[in-house]
């Protein structure tokens, strides 16, 4: 371990772009992702294998300078504007030199995703705005079977295509759930940091359907969580309703009372990622047929262009990796406050799947 590593926030995943088109490409590739592993609190998880690509978007007279491209995924502890300024500082270290726009350089890394966090600021725009556009980045990505996750953009998008999109969202921030209560928190509102961003959620899909429902798992929180989305997309007099199949009381939940005594004593994130990796668990239902049968009833509740159903981490996790969208869930990349799995239904009937991650909080404890 380094020595920078012992105090750490929470471990995000970074995917990061590389790339070079000039001087000796492959070595300064080899040294950008070296230093890039030896950040304080960051490992290397994996990276793809080195691709020859043309250039794009460039000066008509260094069109002939071909770039070789490669992307690394990391585990990080940094916060992305750290990450983003030690970056940038390899990059400075390794002769990159910004006197021509789009022109030749020695190294260029480009912050892709960090752990679905949202940022707009002059300093830096999170996730990349032009990545998905970009095979440099994503025939990688698809090598390293990664998959860039969705954005409330993405979710804007499928809805003006003419798309219905049911949104099942985590409730925004609340205080901790003590391990001897057996409501799972039931009357825990949320924060006043929770509060402010479901009503920034709320805006980020203000004005995207004119058919808007809401539907909330009957906790506080979760009810919380509706109203203050509703009010940030300016429906503050929206009906919610309350719901308990799609909270604590779903086709996944076989007994509330196994559940509690299954988490109280720890290791929530252990044993929850075993359930999801073995398919059963003391207290929830046979993980497959739960899915088929969750998702057959929310949609039978489903009749608008947009529904927002606020519900549970455990819930939004265990559908999506049912449908195969994510697999490989863990404390790192586990739902975040506001993260949600989308479902979404073409008009020819179709159906496909989607995690949407808010980025609106890094935060992501569970019971």
């Known amino acids: 371990m380094k020595a ?3 105090k750490t926030g929470p471990i995000l995943r970074a995917i990061v772009a590389l790339g070079a088109n000039e001087g000796d490409r492959a070595e300064t590739l080899k040294k950008a992702l070296a230093s890039l592993a030896e950040l304080p609190q960051t490992r290397l998880a994996s990276a793809s294998s080195v691709i020859e690509t043309d250039p794009v978007d460039v000066p ?11 992307v690394a995924v990391f585990e ?3 916060s992305p504007e750290d990450f983003s300024v030690r970056m940038h500082a390899i990059e400075d270290a390794l002769g990159r030199v910004r006197t021509v726009k789009n022109g030749p350089r020695t190294i260029d890394l480009d912050l892709i995703d960090f752990g679905g966090l949202v940022r707009d600021t002059p300093e830096l725009i999170l996730p990349h705005p032009r990545a998905k556009e970009r095979d440099f980045v994503m025939r990688p990505l698809a090598e390293l079977g990664v998959t860039l996750d969705w954005t409330l953009s993405d979710v804007r998008r499928e809805l003006a295509a003419g798309n219905r ?3 099942l969202v985590r409730h925004a921030e609340r205080p901790k ?3 001897e209560d057996k409501t799972f928190g039931g009357s825990l509102p949320l924060t006043p940091a929770g509060e402010e961003m479901s009503v920034a959620y709320g805006r980020l899909l203000a004005g995207s359907s004119e058919a808007v429902q809401f539907r909330a798992s009957p906790l506080l929180r979760t009810v919380m969580t509706a109203e203050r ?5 300016g429906l503050a007099s929206a009906e919610i309703v309350q719901d308990a199949k799609i909270g604590n009381g779903s086709a996944f939940v076989d007994s509330e009372l196994e559940i509690w005594e299954l988490f109280r004593d720890g290791g929530f994130f252990t044993k929850m990622c075993a359930w999801m990796r073995e398919g059963t668990q003391r207290g929830f239902h046979e993980l497959s047929s739960a899915c088929d049968a969750f998702e057959e009833y ?6 608008g262009q947009l529904g927002i159903y606020t519900s549970h981490d455990v819930y939004v996790a265990s559908y999506l990796h049912g449908r195969g969208v994510k697999t490989d869930f863990c404390e790192a990349n586990w739902p975040r406050f506001l993260d949600a799995a989308a479902i979404i239904l073409a008009p020819d ?7 949407v991650r808010a980025g609106l909080s890094d935060r992501c404890y569970g019971v």
């Open 76 to 78: 990080t502890g940094l």
């Open 60 to 70: 008509p007279e260094f069109a002939s300078m071909k770039f070789l491209n490669q």
């Open 229 to 233: 989305i509703a009010e940030g997309m």
């Open 349 to 355: 009937g179709s159906r496909r799947y989607a995690l």
């Open 165 to 167: 999109v049911l949104l």
């Open 4 to 6: 920078e590593d012992q």
């Open 298 to 303: 929310v949609l039978s509740t489903f009749t």
């Open 177 to 179: 759930i003590g391990y």
